[in-house]
């Protein structure tokens, strides 16, 4: 089993219909994140906890909004879906205990909003 | 912003050693560099990172410039499943938070 769980693995939306997507983590890591990666380009970062009441926007926020409803689950949510939202969204886990902080991806969600 | 610079491909055969490269010359002193290779339909792996010795692990090894201004994957002896694309990256503190930066990654291809 994953340690990193995404659901949906894929969802395909309308243009402003509100999607959730959803992460939980079975590694007890206090950290997680949310990125999103477009066809050809690397990963950027929309948001991130470093604990369940530390929320903070990375580099891409706008038209998103997250909840950390425990430690071990963390969820994205596209409020009015649009086309430029189609992408594929990983959510990652890192322990701010270890050494270097390596982070884990699970294994990805694919948005189309049509 | 810290960022990094690699080879959009490369190609290589099986069974023989491959270096990639990756520049980040505006690194600063307390930035990490991380190398996360991606397989296809998959999330990202953790590969190796390094502050300013060179590293090894099982799966590679990570050459740090004496400047710290570039760096290098070694995959001693690839294989086909090592057919991926390769993140160079630099984890980073931004306002006491640390974070990768992602770049657009070199995609390895290995030749049987």
């Known amino acids: 089993d994953a340690d990193v769980t995404q659901t949906p693995r894929n969802r395909i939306t309308k243009t402003g219909k509100r999607i959730m997507l959803e992460c939980s983590q079975t590694?007890?890591?206090?950290?997680m994140y949310w990125y999103r990666q477009d066809p050809g380009l690397g990963l950027r970062l929309i948001y991130y906890?470093?604990?369940?009441?530390?929320?903070n926007k990375g580099e891409i926020s706008d038209g998103y909004s997250v909840s950390r409803q425990a430690q071990a689950k963390f969820s994205l949510s596209l409020e009015s879906a649009i086309p430029n939202q189609t992408a594929l969204y990983f959510c990652?886990?890192?322990?701010?205990?270890?050494?270097?902080?390596?982070?884990?991806f699970g294994e990805g969600s694919w948005l189309t909003v049509v | 912003d810290a960022k990094t610079t690699q080879p959009n491909s490369m190609e290589s055969n099986e069974e023989e050693p491959v270096h990639l490269p990756c520049n980040h010359s505006t690194i600063s002193g307390t930035d990490y560099i991380h190398w996360y290779r991606q397989l296809p339909s998959q999330g990202p792996e953790y590969v190796i990172h390094g502050l300013t010795s060179n590293v090894n692990n099982r799966m590679a090894s990570l050459a740090i410039a004496e400047d710290r201004k570039s760096s290098t994957l070694i995959l001693h002896r690839a294989t086909l499943r090592d057919a991926a694309v390769y993140y160079c990256i630099l984890r980073v503190i931004i306002q006491g938070a640390q974070k990768l930066v992602f770049g657009q990654g070199t995609r390895l291809t290995i030749n049987p």
């Open positions: 590694k007890g890591h206090d950290r």
């Open positions: 990652a886990t890192s322990d701010s205990r270890g050494a270097g902080n390596t982070i884990y």
């Open positions: 906890s470093f604990d369940v009441k530390d929320i």
